[in-house]
């Protein structure tokens, strides 16, 4: 979903509860013997889950390289027609479009470059054809009104397709397509504000905190003279040396124990002592944190025998410490209508309230019912719009977006819906069980400059795992073995196997906020262009050069994607209703990758 669930459309949004698809039904796959050797959740740190039962997050064994247990099953559930922001300069690289490319996304301005710091585009371009290129600084942004509420109701994914033409502003027709193929330079920029991210920095930068901590106890107290405080010392040094240790043993270990279970995959026994092993080896920050919260504890009595400013030095270090220590944090995630992954989380200190985590999107859009009072004054503002009609104004506050279990942002740019289309948002929304929407995606445009997946402490910024079977979104390092490594998240190349067919190169979403997501019709030779991929249908994506296969699947019943006269591809929910997938913001071209795991 860019900004909206794949499919729902203003239709859906009228209908009673009762009209909800079904929760998706899964077809039981096939169980590891010996799983996790008594299986059960393992805590890691603030409560990294890991549990049994679940195969490899691939597919059908008949079909390429790189594929494990078979996993099989569709929703029940109602697809979604995809829009997003803007696309615009953004943190000093071009947002939302590629060269030759085109930004597919409803509009979604900003009223005043300044406020925003973004540059908008003199027009929006959403044909796959069309050559969009960002303007230079302080070029103003083209008004288009007779193509806004088009295009607003256009998005990445959406049924009906609209072209508007920089040079004049008119929409063409789905007809003036002239050539489906795959570009290969899709939509690879990134939307994520700030720095580069580095994994493994902030564990860098917590391991010298550590030490100088250290050395300032032990040239204040031993040192200096001062045996009382010498001996107060003693504790917190036996402490810090052990997290130093924890943390350090946590890098050097866990990529060992993450090979050794991605070498025993389908071997009993040996792939289960391989978990153990990783589990051990992922155990360790947690470790290191409590040792790091009891030092903290007895430095003070360091003061009361006259160390009073190294033991104040000291506990500001370990604060700073502890924070660059974070590597794992989990908060719950849940399925709304099987196919709809859900998380809570409080803007502001306002009330835990639902919104949608959606892999197709970037930034926080939350209703203005949903925050707390005390946002102060807006940093910026904009426009947004969403498939099936909705417009609505919002305001940039800079706030802290809390997800539960000790997972806080440092104060980070949220964009809330302004009262005055607060009703209609909610409105919109409401049947999907959410109040806003949590964009996770690192070359997906947004509204504007909110990324609050990339603002957290310590190394849980450096990405998250959705893992859906568990029921758990995981933040930080990806816990677990990669499989399959795809660049862009969620913009990427791929290719597409209908039943028998050839495979075909398309450009696509892996969108957990697409349900059942959208499939152009010159996939399957343009014989149907409009409905649902007919029941029975497999369905089988791989990676960009056709040899890896990703996951694959049969349509059940109304599951099937959407079929589309547009030219690119919604994966749907479905990639992340196989296995865990995670979200990698680390590579430095800022595009993020999408990592399919071992478990």
């Not at 997800?403 to 009262?419: E, K, Q, W, Y």
């Amino acid at each position: 979903m860019s900004q909206r669930l794949s499919k729902i459309d203003s239709a859906r949004f009228d209908t009673a509860a009762t009209d909800l698809p079904k929760p998706r039904t899964h077809s039981k796959r096939r169980i590891q013997p010996y799983a996790w050797l008594g299986a059960g959740a393992v805590t890691l740190g603030l409560g990294v889950a890991m549990a049994s039962g679940a195969g490899v997050a691939s597919a059908d064994s008949d079909g390429g390289s790189g594929a494990g247990q078979s996993a099989s099953g569709n929703a029940d559930s109602s697809s979604t027609e995809d829009s997003a922001g803007v696309a615009r300069t953004h943190s000093g690289r071009a947002g939302g479009i590629a060269p030759g490319g085109a930004a597919r996304r409803a509009l979604a301005a900003p009223k005043s470059a300044a406020a925003s710091g973004a540059v908008p585009l003199s027009a929006a371009a959403v044909d796959s054809g069309a050559s969009s290129t960002a303007p230079a600084s302080g070029d103003s942004a083209a008004t288009a009104p007779a193509a806004l509420s088009r295009a607003a109701a256009v998005g990445r994914s959406a049924r009906t397709k609209a072209v508007i033409d920089e040079r004049d502003g008119d929409i063409a027709s789905a007809a003036s397509v002239p050539n489906p193929a795959a570009d290969p330079s899709f939509s690879m920029v990134s939307w994520v504000p700030g720095d580069t991210i580095t994994p493994g920095a902030s564990v860098q930068t917590a391991l010298m905190q550590i030490s100088t901590t250290q050395d300032l106890l032990q040239g204040e107290t031993w040192e200096s003279g001062n045996v009382l405080a010498g001996l107060a010392s003693v504790v917190p040094q036996m402490l810090l040396s052990g997290a130093s240790s924890s943390l350090a043993n946590w890098q050097t270990s866990t990529p060992d124990a993450q090979q050794a279970v991605a070498d025993t995959v389908g071997v009993p026994v040996l792939h289960q002592l391989a978990q153990l092993q990783l589990l051990n080896a992922l155990s360790l920050p947690s470790i290191a944190q409590a040792q790091l919260n009891v030092a903290a504890l007895f430095i003070p009595l360091i003061g009361v025998f006259g160390e009073s400013d190294a033991a104040a030095q000291a506990t500001a270090l370990l604060d700073s410490a502890k924070q660059n220590a974070r590597v794992y944090g989990v908060v719950p995630l849940t399925m709304y209508a099987g196919t709809e992954p859900i998380v809570y989380i409080s803007v502001d200190g306002g009330p835990k309230v639902p919104v949608l985590v959606d892999t197709g999107s970037s930034g926080l859009v939350i209703s203005s019912s949903a925050v707390g009072s005390g946002l102060g004054t807006a940093t910026g503002s904009g426009t947004g719009a969403y498939s099936g009609g909705l417009n609505y104004d919002y305001n940039t506050y800079n706030a802290t977006v809390d997800f539960g279990n000790g997972v806080t942002t440092v104060p980070t740019a949220v964009n809330v819906v302004s009262p005055e289309d607060d009703a209609a948002f909610r409105n919109y929304f409401d049947s999907a069980g959410v109040v806003g929407v949590l964009g996770i995606g690192a070359n997906s445009v947004g509204p504007g400059p909110s990324h609050p997946a990339t603002s957290l402490p310590g190394e849980l910024s450096d990405g998250m795992l959705i893992f859906q079977d568990l029921g758990v979104l995981v933040f930080g390092p990806n816990p677990l073995p990669a499989r399959v490594t795809v660049p862009g998240t969620p913009n990427a190349n791929l290719q597409i196997q209908v039943g028998n067919g050839s495979k075909v190169p398309v450009n696509a979403i892996i969108d957990s906020g697409g349900v059942y997501g959208t499939l152009p019709s010159y996939i399957i030779g343009g014989s149907q262009t409009s409905g649902n991929l007919p029941a029975g249908t497999k369905v089988s994506v791989y990676t960009n050069d056709g040899q890896t296969l990703l996951y694959t699947y049969t349509t059940k019943g109304n599951s099937g994607p959407t079929v589309i006269t547009d030219t690119l591809h919604n994966t749907g929910n479905e990639p992340f209703a196989q296995g865990p997938v995670y979200i990698d913001y680390g590579p430095d071209n800022g595009i993020g990758s999408t990592v399919f795991d071992y478990i």
